[in-house]
């Protein structure tokens, strides 16, 4: 039976947790996006790769699976909100880092400070995520989500809309230190937060012990609650696919538009933020029942294929006009955007708070596994000579495919499953 969810407005006025750890996310969010575009045109600058471009991906990928076990220990363990804290403080220090990355013999720099900055990022993403059901009362999760989901994909769509001109503009220095500044009020912003907690008992050693055995557990429970592990592949099955299309995504945006600079690849990641805006904002207003979301997943995986289908051909179509394809861009991802908002509440329903980090910890582990074996996959194939054309249809092929058998095989699955559970 579907809940009655409180308004944004409401929650942003009577929720003072909430209000600061939105405010904190859109502040670091925006200078992120200025930092990956700024990344993206150092690394084509100084190599002209296909391969450079792809690594930069991997780097803010292949970290999150790395790092996924300690951070399943600092979030179940540790104070929430000093992780997050923490992890900004950090993240500041990194960013700044970039400015000694200066020719193409710099570039395993680059990727090593990328790497350390998704690394701590690692522990703060499945902080915030366990910690909103802490801090959210009975109506107000699903609101809460929709409200950091499409605020993500705002900052996504301004970030890239005003971060492609600025690094054009000032230079991917200066955009490093805006970065950088980002994270200290995002800090800021965190730390006047109240979050209770219930946390797993310590049971001694040091921390890297503790997050092996608190990984065996998460991945026990995991195996022990099946539902709630299905729930965990959802963002996964979109990055089959979705891993080499943000890499196209980004060549595209670099090719079709090549008098515009990093401009080019801004415009259509500011597309993509559009659509990821869109999507939740849809999927809370049309889908109120938790119970009918577990299909709707499959449908939206299918349905991104389908856009990316449509950016494939419209991309290279003569007489056709940007604007179509920016529409295409922004349908694909509505469509993801609402697959990634309705499977994360979900996933906060259905696992027990004091596994919670552990769960979102292992579903970023398995996006970033699956996410960096796409993009590896497709920047083999560019680097090649596979036309980047064969590589964007190829994969939104595999997406669409995801899609469908997600509601062929898994769906059934999860329906039997719940029904012999009684929930």
Not at 217 to 235: D, Q
Not at 321 to 342: D, I, K, Q, Y
Request: hydrophobic share 55%; aromatic share 8%; charged share 15%.
């Amino acid at each position: 039976m579907a809940e009655v969810q409180v308004g944004y407005r409401q929650l942003m006025r009577t929720n003072r947790n909430v209000r600061r750890l939105w405010a904190g996310t859109v502040v670091s969010l925006f200078g992120d996006w200025f930092n990956t575009l700024a990344l993206y045109r150092l690394a084509l600058e100084l190599t002209g790769s296909e391969l450079a471009l792809g690594g930069v991906l991997l780097t803010k990928l292949l970290p999150l699976a790395l790092a996924a076990p300690v951070a399943a220990a600092l979030v179940d363990r540790l104070d929430r909100k000093h992780v997050m804290i923490g992890a900004d403080l950090l993240r500041a220090g990194i960013v700044l880092g970039f400015l000694f990355v200066r020719e193409a013999g710099d570039l395993w720099l680059l990727y090593t400070l990328a790497f350390a900055q998704i690394a701590v990022s690692a522990a703060f993403g499945p902080a915030k995520s366990a910690a909103l059901p802490n801090v959210t009362k009975k109506g107000e999760l699903l609101t809460a989500n929709a409200l950091l989901s499409a605020s993500w994909s705002v900052m996504l769509a301004l970030g890239a809309a005003a971060g492609g001109p600025a690094v054009d503009l000032f230079g991917t220095d200066a955009v490093f230190v805006f970065d950088a500044l980002t994270y200290l009020v995002s800090a800021a912003f965190i730390a006047g937060m109240t979050i209770p907690q219930d946390r797993s008992d310590s049971a001694g050693g040091s921390i890297l012990a503790q997050a092996w055995r608190q990984s065996a557990e998460g991945i026990g429970y995991l195996r022990a609650n099946p539902p709630v592990f299905r729930l965990a592949l959802a963002k996964a099955t979109w990055t089959l696919g979705g891993g080499g299309l943000m890499l196209s995504l980004a060549l595209i945006g670099d090719r079709l538009f090549p008098g515009a600079g990093t401009t080019g690849i801004g415009v259509l990641f500011a597309a993509r933020g559009l659509g990821t805006g869109i999507g939740p904002i849809a999927a809370r207003a049309l889908f109120r029942d938790p119970d009918r979301w577990f299909p709707l997943l499959g449908v939206c995986i299918a349905l991104s294929g389908v856009g990316y289908l449509t950016v494939g051909s419209l991309a290279w179509a003569p007489g056709l006009g940007a604007l179509a394809l920016v529409a295409a861009v922004v349908f694909a991802h509505a469509t993801s955007g609402a697959n990634w908002v309705l499977s994360t509440t979900l996933l906060q329903i259905r696992a027990e708070d004091r596994y919670r980090g552990r769960v979102f910890t292992a579903d970023w582990l398995i996006l970033a596994l699956v996410e960096s074996a796409s993009t590896l996959t497709a920047s083999l194939a560019l680097e090649a000579g596979v036309p980047l054309r064969t590589v964007v249809l190829a994969f939104a092929g595999v997406q669409v495919a995801s899609g469908v058998l997600w509601g062929l095989v898994l769906v059934p699955i999860h329906r039997r499953s719940v029904a012999q559970i009684g929930t």
